[in-house]
């Protein structure tokens, strides 16, 4: 029987995490993931072998594993800075296996394989590439990791070459997609930058599948600076060159004065929720939780994985209620 198809879009800590819950439902997952980053072990391997960043790839395919808990932990496995530059043993993994193939999307579809994952795991294009920034004052910032030291608000983003290619197997998912979620992650350098593909965002506008937006919990310093949940999606829309963002998932939690001070303390605050504003103006539905956010001893926000993906697993099935299911439908 069919399972809904549910196509992720994004990079990051945000998307390996959402997909690490995800993948505890009968739904079929492909993650459409940002090439862009440009520091750590990652950066390294981007520029002397000149092949698409692997590190936000790695860490979503490591969340998708099925195998064993060591293998993949030996696939996140990072040495010390005195030990191989301080490498993922992923990431090596990966640049060696596109040197055999020659071929960094067929790299990562055998490492897939290796690592047994459910779902598929494809890069937003296969070519090695770097995200500049415009700033509203009109200054061109070079490479994703400068793109928040400037602490300016960000215009628009790019990539050079300007006129990379999408993976057709990208296209492909968006095209034949029931549910498309974005986010959550950085919104510029983890979201936006896979929308700067060529091809991308019209496939993305174009798809019949409903469009859902998880929005970040606390703005990013440097990149959402003041920014509510609505100029999240702004964002997305100026990008693509129009509105398509049909659902969103947000949190209206208020929080106590020891998180707002450790957030204050790293110039970041919550992300604001005008609800009215969304569904009125936009005509977007949004949906909460009060158990959405989880905050940890030291006062960290996070989304509670279960929670957000049992939401985005519901969605899906109110969404594609026409769909005749596998039986046995698992919920957390």
Do not use: W
């Not at 279960?306 to 769909?323: F, P, W």
């Amino acid at each position: 029987m069919k399972q809904i198809k549910v196509v992720l879009i994004g990079g990051g800590t945000g998307l390996s995490v959402l997909a690490r819950g995800l993948r505890e439902f009968p739904i079929d997952i492909t993650a459409i993931v940002t090439v862009a980053d440009d520091g750590g072990s990652t950066g390294k391997i981007r520029d002397e072998m000149d092949i698409p960043a692997p590190g936000d790839i790695r860490n979503v395919i490591a969340a998708l594993s099925d195998s064993e808990s060591v293998l993949s932990q030996l696939f996140q496995f990072r040495f010390g800075e005195n030990q191989i530059s301080g490498h993922s043993l992923g990431n090596l993994l990966i640049a060696g296996m596109t040197n055999i193939t020659n071929d960094f999307g067929h790299a990562i579809k055998a490492l897939s394989k290796i690592l047994n994952i459910k779902g598929r795991v494809i890069p937003s294009t296969n070519t090695s590439v770097q995200l500049n920034a415009v700033m509203e004052d009109g200054e061109i910032v070079y490479g994703e990791s400068n793109i928040p030291k400037k602490q300016k608000k960000i215009e628009r983003v790019f990539l050079e070459p300007s006129d990379v290619q999408p993976m057709g197997e990208a296209i492909e998912a968006l095209e034949e997609a029931d549910l498309i979620v974005l986010g959550p992650g950085s919104l510029y350098t983890s979201v936006i930058s896979n929308l700067c593909v060529n091809g991308i965002s019209d496939a993305l506008i174009n798809s019949k599948a409903p469009k859902l937006y998880v929005s970040n919990v606390m703005t990013q310093p440097g990149e959402t600076d003041g920014y509510s949940v609505k100029d999240h999606i702004d964002a997305i829309h100026r990008q693509a060159g129009q509105s398509f963002i049909d659902y969103v998932i947000c949190s209206t939690q208020k929080y106590d004065d020891n998180v707002l001070k450790k957030y204050k303390q790293k110039h970041s605050n919550p992300v604001e929720v005008n609800r009215e504003e969304l569904e009125d103006d936009d005509r977007i539905k949004v949906y909460t939780a009060s158990n959405l956010i989880e905050i940890s001893d030291d006062h960290l926000v996070r989304h509670n994985t279960k929670v957000l993906s049992t939401m985005i697993y519901d969605i899906a099935l109110e969404l594609t209620s026409t769909i005749q299911f596998i039986p046995g439908d698992k919920h957390i």
